[in-house]
């Protein structure tokens, strides 16, 4: 089945060329011109598999759009933005976005992007269940557990910790983890891997320490009971 997608985009000409790069992918598409369609467009369709939302929007805006989806769904948001510096990029993860695109950009860099990230997010792995100590992932259902207690992650947290657990006792560093999680082209820094770290650590709770800190290098995933 092709994978459906959310574009919310108030100036109608970028949201047609967005819609045409993706649609010659082959994937279905659904627009919206404003925060609130694109909430209420969302809410209506349960089968969106990922969203790009552009900051600047009327009614609602963008990361109010992000952090509304989040209180009912984990699916993959993109930001889609003028706005380039740090501290927005910082806040669009900070409501729970997976990846932040600035305008302008390459179409066939923003296509791999997108097709990456609905890869990562729903390829089909063998294994059904991944247990290490006292957590716990339902790789089909993206559930994790900590101490037997549900764990509310991003998909870029789910996409991290999976990565890391799949790959444990392995010491990688920032650029090692950017390349191998959120793309190869991606544009993120030191602080995007620490942001997503710390997060993670705090809503693991105790097995946020099966998470280790290699002083001047990087981060390893290993659990010692």
């Not at 740090?86 to 932040?100: H, I, R, S, T, V």
Request: glycine letters at 4%; a negative charge.
């Amino acid at each position: 089945m092709n994978k459906t997608i959310l574009i919310a985009e108030d100036e109608s000409r970028m949201r047609i060329l967005v819609s045409d790069f993706l649609t010659m992918e082959d994937y279905n598409i659904l627009e919206a011109k404003d925060g609130r369609q694109a909430i209420d467009i969302f809410m209506k369709n349960p089968n969106i598999h990922l969203v790009i939302l552009d900051v600047m929007m009327p009614y609602y805006n963008g990361w109010e759009v992000c952090e509304e989806i989040r209180k009912m769904s984990n699916v993959p948001i993109i930001m889609l933005t003028a706005k380039n510096t740090e501290p927005d990029e910082l806040n669009g993860f900070k409501y729970g976005a997976d990846e932040y695109i600035t305008k302008p950009f390459s179409p066939s860099i923003f296509v791999a992007r997108v097709n990456a990230l609905i890869k990562r997010t729903y390829c089909t792995l063998e294994q059904d269940e991944i247990i290490k100590g006292n957590l716990s992932i339902n790789v089909n259902k993206h559930k994790v557990t900590a101490n037997k207690i549900p764990v509310d992650l991003s998909q870029t947290e789910y996409n991290l910790l999976l990565y890391m657990i799949q790959n444990e006792g392995q010491v990688f560093n920032r650029n090692q983890l950017l390349n191998n999680v959120w793309g190869y082209d991606y544009q993120g820094t030191d602080r995007t891997i620490d942001t997503h770290i710390n997060r993670l650590r705090i809503k693991l709770k105790d097995c946020g320490n099966y998470i280790q800190t290699i002083r001047g290098y990087g981060y390893k995933f290993e659990v010692n009971l």
